[in-house]
């Protein structure tokens, strides 16, 4: 296929956004693609970036589904034959009834988990890592938190949710950090080993007397995969983003702001997913643009996020901005993040365990993000307590 110039600038900036370690350095590169209209054709298939385009492709499943195991096996012949190909029947592959069966399953699942007593265990997996961030601040003055704090922080969250251990929790997020890669990067398949450690983990998790019990493996990979990997992105994220504006996180902590606002705004500011793929379910034309079924398209949710033509000042930190509520973060509809309320809880009680602790934290170094196109998450954020 031969690329028009202007799809070769596209092709040019998606691929700088997908090496980028420069945490932030994707959304002026998403202010220039904007310049090639809000859907533009560019491979095999077409970006969506522009608000109203972006939650139509959500909203209708059926004219823009997911890749589904049937695209698959067009696109990626004998995939079926891999040991990861059980993955398949995830949330986010599956469409129709199997899909409405599957999230059904899983949403009674996560309400027999998510109450008081889960967000009283929340609170205590909060209270552990500050007194460990306390313990390495005192041994070393200034702390890399991702590693030593923020993912064992979110294992124990997730070890609490599914009824496993806090040390198989952690030891599963590499493997969940390749599988996210997988859901967004197709047609790569997981490797035997990544897919072995996430199936056994989910194995674990639904067995007999499990708060999932009753569930398939591959419906709690579904949600533990892409759950720990948002988790964990999300609040590096809320760090980061309460140090680069201290006087919200000041309005914050003395009450001025409500944390549910903080957080609303932080999910459409900085998500810690940035998209999502879907294909053409049938012959369609989105933002005047044919596609013909099967055609690949590039969600970036987070352009939409930061949609000029929707948003006021959409590159400012603005908490309890109108139409949060509107923001395409968690999608939409029947393919929504059931994973979102849990976000949510951990997220508005995070900054207070955190910061009356260590009122003085700030970032000390530029944070680094993992290069993806589709996932925001730092890999390393340095702090330290003045």
């Not at 350095?25 to 859907?39: E, S, T």
């Not at 522009?50 to 589904?68: K, N, Q, W």
């Not at 759950?227 to 994220?237: C, M, P, R």
Request: glycine share 8%.
């Amino acid at each position: 296929m031969t690329l028009r110039t202007g799809n070769r600038q596209a092709a040019v900036l998606l691929a700088r956004m997908r090496r980028t370690t420069e945490h932030g350095a994707r959304y002026p590169i998403l202010a220039q693609l904007r310049d090639f209209g809000p859907v533009f054709r560019i491979w095999r298939g077409v970006v969506v970036l522009g608000y109203p385009e972006v939650a139509e492709v959500l909203r209708d499943t059926d004219r823009f589904g997911p890749p589904t195991p049937a695209r698959r096996d067009v696109v990626q012949p004998g995939w079926r034959d891999h040991p990861a190909a059980l993955l398949s029947a995830d949330l986010v592959t599956l469409k129709g009834t199997g899909h409405r069966a599957a999230r059904s399953a899983m949403h009674r699942a996560l309400a027999r988990t998510l109450g008081e007593d889960f967000e009283a265990r929340v609170e205590d997996r909060i209270d552990q890592a500050t007194e460990r961030l306390a313990a390495e601040f005192s041994r070393t003055g200034s702390v890399e938190v991702m590693e030593t704090v923020v993912e064992p922080f979110v294992a124990g969250v997730f070890a609490d949710l599914f009824g496993v251990s806090a040390t198989d929790t952690e030891a599963v997020l590499p493997s969940a950090w390749a599988f996210a890669k997988v859901i967004d990067e197709a047609p790569q398949l997981l490797d035997d080993e990544a897919a072995g450690t996430l199936l056994d983990f989910a194995t674990r998790a639904a067995g007999s007397g499990s708060p999932m019990e009753g569930l398939s493996p591959a419906e709690v990979v579904g949600v533990v995969g892409p759950g720990l990997v948002n988790l964990t992105g999300a609040v590096g994220s809320l760090i980061q983003t309460l140090d680069q504006f201290p006087d919200q996180r000041e309005d914050l902590l003395s009450g001025s702001i409500a944390p549910g606002d903080i957080v609303e705004e932080l999910l459409r500011y900085d998500a810690p997913a940035h998209g999502t793929v879907r294909v053409a379910g049938e012959d369609v034309e989105l933002g005047g643009i044919p596609l013909t079924v099967g055609e690949a398209i590039i969600v970036l949710t987070a352009a939409a996020n930061r949609d000029p033509a929707h948003w006021v000042d959409p590159d400012v930190f603005r908490p309890a901005r109108p139409g949060l509520a509107r923001a395409l973060t968690f999608g939409y509809g029947t393919h929504s993040c059931l994973g979102q309320s849990l976000v949510r809880v951990v997220l508005s009680r995070l900054p207070a365990g955190l910061y009356h602790r260590f009122p003085t934290m700030r970032v000390t170094e530029p944070p680094v993000v993992r290069p993806a196109l589709l996932r925001n998450h730092l890999s390393r954020l340095v702090l330290e307590a003045t």
